[in-house]
């Protein structure tokens, strides 16, 4: 599943999130410090991929 990270601008906390895009699509995202939904942010971060490859 992919690796969401967001920043809440009420309580400032920066948090990750684990979730499916049916998730992510419907907004189903909240801080875990304050619970509040509407202040969130999404950041960019770098992702990583893994092969089974050799290179």
Do not use: W
């Amino acid at each position: 599943m992919p690796t969401y990270e967001y920043r809440c601008g009420k309580c400032k906390k920066t948090f990750t999130v684990i979730m499916s895009l049916k998730d992510y699509e419907a907004g189903n995202v909240k801080c875990p410090k304050c619970k509040g939904k509407r202040h969130l942010t999404q950041q960019i971060t770098p992702f990583m991929t893994k092969t089974s490859r050799k290179s």
